[in-house]
């Protein structure tokens, strides 16, 4: 039996998710979950084979409980399902090595049979996406200056910023103002949108 933890914050996609999956004699959903804190939790307390997770979650997102995965060596398989195409998630799942990225829009036979050959220990990639993995562009960004722009697509002002990541307001700025001029952006807005929009936040 293959026993997997999905976790995916649109309710009627993770019920429909589970359901579907449910039906088949050698899959079991051990648990479903809306949010990265939980998915780590079901999976340190259920040990699973495989965790299906979306990327863009609350609390933590899909790539972040991977490397938490991987780091606290739970050595459950990691399965990225997500509507998102971007080459930087791409990159940094590669990176991760997850053992799957499929995109949502795959028929659900593509899914059950990615999750028995992960299973079996092959990786899989959904077929749109391998272009995306010769077409490698390094993040500019450092880790401070993505976390600045993090909070900032957030909506926190550069007081608030400066309070959370206990620095100077005047620190902020320039972390704010290195990210922009790295993205070629002309506002931390702007900044933002092309950030998220390669994968980088």
Known sequence: MIRIVIAEDQQMLLSALASLIQLEEDIEVVAQVPDGRQALDAIQTHRPDICLLDIEMPVLNGLD????????QLGCKIMIVTTFSRPGYLQ????LKVDGYLLKDEPIEFLV??????HRGQRVISPDLAAFLFEKEENPLSEREREVLQ??????????????????KGTVRNYLSSAIQKLEARSRHQAVKKAMDKGWL
């Open 113 to 118: 049979d990615a999750i028995r050959k992960v």
């Open 92 to 95: 940094r799942a590669m990176e």
């Open 151 to 168: 909070l900032a697509a957030e909506g926190k002002t550069t007081d608030e910023i400066a309070g959370s990541l206990y620095l100077t």
């Open 65 to 72: 409980v991977a490397e938490a995965v991987k780091r606290k």
